[in-house]
């Protein structure tokens, strides 16, 4: 039967979360997941433009954006990256031209 | 430089979307984001188990359970599933124990 294996990101302090060298030094990883509310009917290019804008300039802030889902009735979109903190990412998204409503750091995932 | 390639699951009535077999015949899969709030403190062993009992039980509604993240801080917590509806997320979900706030299809990702 499958079983639900706990991600090495379990917990943010333990020894192996992930390390990126920037040129800032050395951060400690974390992953987040950020929340878009308003979008609604956003399309399909509309999602891949505004996640290309934000692969741009991510390297800039040592964060990565691993994925991003959209719902275009509710105008939800989750977006899941790896980053130094959550005001990094807000920092990317803001400077892409679309900050977050929510950002929350998720040290636990299965 | 890393593009974004759109997801084969971006457009739900796509010809490509996936198709699962089930015991009620052929359900055009969709993929859903569920949010739990509420969940101040959660542990990686409450997760682990919480996912598992969504894993135990999924295949009845012909849901899949893929990745659980959980912000232990703000108690909020995130299910990525593919399945043939919303109603059958929140079916699982609920006789699993842990019925979630809000279920949103995501039919667009990146």
Same mark, same amino acid.
């Given at each position: ?7 090495? +990101?379990?917990? #943010?302090? !333990?020894?192996? +979360?992930? #390390?990126?060298?920037?040129?800032? /030094?050395? $951060? ?9 509310? /308003?979008?609604? /009917?956003?399309? !399909? ?5 505004a996640?290309? +804008? ?5 390297? $800039?802030?040592? #964060? ?5 889902? @959209?719902? &275009? ?10 980053? &130094?903190? !959550? ?6 998204h803001?400077?892409a031209g679309h &900050?977050? $409503?929510?950002?929350? @750091? #998720? &040290?636990? +995932?299965?």
């Open positions: 039967m499958e079983g639900a294996e706990l991600e090495p +990101a379990q917990d #943010v302090a !333990a020894p192996n +979360a992930p #390390v990126r060298h920037t040129g800032r /030094g050395c $951060d400690v990883m974390s992953r987040f997941m950020d929340v878009h509310h /308003g979008m609604t /009917g956003i399309t !399909a290019d509309q999602l891949k433009q996640h290309q +804008a934000d692969l741009d300039i991510e390297k $800039d802030e040592g #964060v990565h954006f691993e994925k991003a889902w @959209a719902d &275009p009735e509710s105008g939800t979109i989750y977006c899941l990256s790896e980053a &130094p903190s !959550a005001e990094a990412v807000q920092r990317v803001e400077r &900050p977050a $409503d929510e950002v929350h @750091a #998720v &040290p636990l +995932a299965v």
